[in-house]
């Protein structure tokens, strides 16, 4: 009985590591096919969405069709917003590379850094509210930024974990060749999938207090 048990949970530990290593291998493979600078955003965005679903339970998802699915149709708008956030990112280190040149005052330091902190939280929403909402570019940007802030602790948690399994993988590079984008993607989903559930419960909170305030007006009435 024991040993039984003990197979079944080797097979799905290998089950697991075939399927993130098969992932990550057509994230490689489709952000080269967009020459990685158009390519990695659409397939970091299709990663997440089968990612996504195998956290829901769906373990039995087409792989293939599903990850092509995605990366074709959210080609343009994923492309849009991830060069956004590396555009304001470039601006960032060149504002660097001026402080560092010519020195700056204390509050052109604090801003500078407060505008990194508010990059870099928005950047831990941005692409999973993209994958779980389809909203327009405007819309995910406001909404991953408010939904960052509001959820800070699982924002800083987000980075704190990407950072600690980036540096863990490229200890081993041959774990970082065969794992590493999938590793990070499952790990930020599971956080971020927090945030998104912290949100509805006041969402709906705030919904039944509105629906219970014309009853009360009325029995008071």
């Known amino acids: 009985m024991k040993f039984n048990s003990f197979m079944e949970k080797l097979t799905c530990v290998f089950s697991?590591?075939?399927?993130?290593?098969?992932?990550?291998?057509?994230?490689?493979?489709?952000?080269?096919?967009?020459?990685?600078v158009f390519g990695v955003f659409p397939a970091t965005a299709a990663l997440m969405t089968i990612c996504r679903k195998w956290l829901d339970g769906e373990e039995s998802v087409p792989v293939f069709r599903s990850f092509w699915a995605s990366y074709r149709s959210s080609f343009f708008s994923v492309n849009k917003i991830g060069l956004a956030y590396m555009a304001g990112a470039l601006v960032l280190y060149l504002n660097f590379l001026v402080i560092e040149e010519n020195g700056a005052g204390i509050v052109m330091v604090a801003a500078f850094y407060?505008?990194?902190?508010?990059?870099?939280?928005?950047?831990?929403?941005?692409?999973?509210?993209?994958v779980v909402r389809k909203q327009s570019f405007l819309y995910t940007w406001k909404t991953a930024f408010v939904m960052s802030i509001v959820n800070l602790p699982i924002s800083i948690a987000v980075l704190i974990s990407q950072s600690a399994i980036y540096y863990l993988l490229f200890s081993y590079p041959s774990a970082a060749l065969f794992f590493l984008s999938s590793t990070l993607v499952m790990i930020q989903l599971w956080l971020v999938q927090h945030s998104f559930n912290r949100i509805e419960k006041?969402?709906?909170?705030?919904r039944a207090r509105k629906s219970a305030s014309p009853v009360q007006e009325t029995y008071t009435a």
């Open 16 to 36: 697991w590591v075939a399927r993130l290593a098969y992932a990550h291998f057509l994230w490689m493979l489709f952000s080269a096919a967009g020459l990685f």
């Open 114 to 130: 407060l505008s990194v902190f508010f990059l870099a939280v928005t950047g831990t929403h941005l692409l999973p509210l993209y």
């Open 202 to 206: 006041k969402a709906e909170a705030l």
